[in-house]
């Protein structure tokens, strides 16, 4: 399994950024893929999960402003992030039933 994780940036809030990951090595459209942060000193974050019908889930943090999405064609998982805040200031990974990749680190300045 590889996810490599692309996209992160510095942008000031309200801003957007669309987060990619190109996911190998597994059967891409039989699985669930999730993104989830992580904020230094803090704990990993679940941020939103995708089935492999297209369902999807967010946490309350924020939903109504990040889309996940998924092209299974191309293996890869997107996130589009909106309205970005400085709270979402975090190192980003796409995941994979617990395997992650390297992240990639959004900043939000405000």
């Known amino acids: 399994v590889q996810l490599v994780e692309a996209g992160g940036g510095s942008v000031q809030a309200g801003g957007s950024l669309r987060l990619s990951c190109a996911a190998s090595?597994?059967?891409?459209?039989?699985?669930?893929m999730n993104w989830v942060r992580q904020a230094p000193g803090e704990e990993l974050e679940w941020v939103s999960t995708?089935?492999?019908?297209?369902?999807?889930l967010y946490a309350d943090s924020v939903k109504g402003r990040f889309t996940i999405s998924r092209d299974n064609a191309n293996n890869t998982l997107y996130l589009q992030l909106n309205s970005l805040k400085p709270e979402d200031t975090a190192m980003y990974f796409c995941?994979?039933?617990?395997?992650r990749g390297r992240g990639t680190q959004v900043t939000v300045s405000s």
């Open positions: 995708i089935y492999s019908q297209g369902d999807t």
């Open positions: 090595g597994f059967i891409f459209s039989n699985y669930a």
């Open positions: 995941e994979k039933q617990g395997i």
